[in-house]
């Protein structure tokens, strides 16, 4: 059986038993600040187990993209990878541990044909309930084990989530494969056994205290490891001897002229190029962006780790694309988003991986500098600083200055380098803190009230002045003539922010009128309005009524509009990795920045317009 027809086995032998087959998610969860990338097929499906939706049918089954970063530093033996494809089935308040547990040794037996005698269960210590089901089914005793929380509790994804026992099939790769030990069984380390489906018993919910209280219905979350599951049934003891594997390791072993499968640690090097290769290579198609925070860093550190193994191979010029180039020729069918994106992630690889190449050669001399000097000194530690400038100046993010040093035998002076990182991060503030041009300045020091934002369905308001600044001062009053910035209790006025520009109008009171040239939010509760009092005076206590400008407003309105219906000609025009970047929206005029890796031509701009 190939992975293709894997896939198709799975979801058809779940579309039997009535669940609905639901189409990969993208890497990046949807509406889901709490996770950075998504890490399992149940993602998705969060709202539908925490009961705040509920879906059509409540059978599901998918194969999901999944990205985790935990194992990177594994990545390269057996088993391990950053990237892979999860199968799985999901019962959202529907049957419960007997069926799952019957269908997972249904399809394991009868459709994938896995020798019972192979296949080993773990369940959670007191879980007796599925002891008794797969007891039931005819797995024998001795191979049913239990285990505790670290191994057979599985979830939340991230901090907080649906979560719970779960119970395991391991398969059992022979006695000639492990380590020999009498008491090897599941979950030992060396690599007899492999974890291939995970059934999980979703009964609760964990709060960011690590607090779990029962969910609404209980569920299942099952996760079936696609690479794994090929490798199992195809013979192998290693994931990347399966045909998803095994082009990616050709092309590398074709571009640095080196065989695979002769000395275990140019394997290993050429087993991180192909994994990570394929990695970047889908974080790109679901529109990650190298950057330094985030998922721009995963992506970068991703990228950059796969160039410097590639060093090891002797591979000094940019060769990633290549690797990209077989990911999307093998997947592209399954996962067409990276076929229709493949020219813009193929030239982002380039892009950043010619620039990193640029620093490469000065970084690693610096860091051989460096591991030379603390050897004659007899010390054993990089400090903080020499860390940051290798991440700073030469692009080699802190992970990876980590993992080349230890394979040197010396350390990185982590919380030093945490502390230059802090120093950088307070220039960047200090270099952004917020000032009005003029008039008055919200430094850090001042401790001004905050105010509610009523704008989006109001433009005129009674409010109350909570506070009045003068330079850099509060003030009791504010006379004609005299410049200030007002604080409200609550506010119509838009305060710029995310390239939207603030609005204008006036605030009214009993003894004064200010006129209001520049509205801005100085933090996501203070609400600053710019300007001048035109009449009387204007004092803290006031009741006033505040008026946006209408006309003015509307137009700022429009122009936002316009900026979604540019940002989808341009995705029809040049592609689906186009994405925002940034904007400035104002009354008159609208800038739009955006993704996309060249100059658009003469007709581009014509069509987009
Ligand atoms: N959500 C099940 C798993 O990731 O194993």
Known sequence: MTSDELRNAYLDFFAEKGHDIIPSASLIPHGDPTLLFTSAGMVQFKDYFLGRTVPANPRLASCQKCFRMTDIESVGDASHLTFFEML???????????????????????????????????????????????????????????????????????????????????????????????????????????????????????????????????????????????????????????????????????????????????????????????????????????????????????????ALFGRRLGLDRPFLTEVARVSIEHMGHVYPEITQREDFILKLIEVEETRFEETLSTGLELLDGITADLAKKGKSEISGKQAFKLYDTHGFPVEITREIARERGVTVDEAGFEQEMERQRERARAAHKFELKGTVRVGDSLDIKTSCFVGYNNLECSSTIVDLLVADKSVKTIKEGQEAGIILSSTPFYGEMGGQVGDTGEIIGSSGRFSVSKTVRVSPDIIVHQGEVIRGSISVGDEVKAIVDVERRLDIARNHTATHLLQMALRQVLGEHVQQRGSLVAPDRLRFDFSHLEALTREQVEKVS
């Open 88 to 306: 799985g089935n999901f019962s959202i308040g529907d049957y419960f541990k007997k069926e799952a547990t019957a269908w997972a040794w249904e399809f394991v037996t009868e459709r994938l044909k896995l020798p019972p005698e192979r296949l080993w269960v773990t369940i959670y210590l007191d879980d007796d309930e599925s002891f008794q089901y797969w007891k039931d089914i005819g797995v024998p005793e001795a191979r049913i084990l239990r285990f505790g929380e670290k191994d057979n509790f599985w979830g939340p994804a991230g901090d907080t989530g649906p979560c719970g026992p779960c119970s395991e099939l391991h398969y059992d790769f022979g006695e000639e494969v492990g380590c020999g030990k009498p008491d090897c069984k599941p979950n030992c380390e060396c690599g007899r056994f492999s974890e291939i489906w995970n059934l999980v018993f979703t009964q609760y919910n964990q709060d960011e205290n690590g607090q779990r209280t029962p969910l609404p219905r209980t569920n299942i979350d099952t996760g079936m490891g696609l690479e794994r599951t090929v490798e199992a049934i195809t013979g192998k003891t290693s994931v990347y001897e399966t045909e998803l594997f095994a082009p990616l390791l050709e092309r590398v072993a074709r571009l640095c002229g080196k065989k695979y499968g002769i000395e275990k640690e140019t394997d290993v090097a050429m087993r991180v190029v192909a994994e990570h290769g394929r990695g970047i290579t889908f974080l790109i198609g679901d529109g990650v962006i190298p950057s330094n925070e985030g998922r721009g860093y995963v992506l970068r550190r991703l990228l950059r780790r796969a």
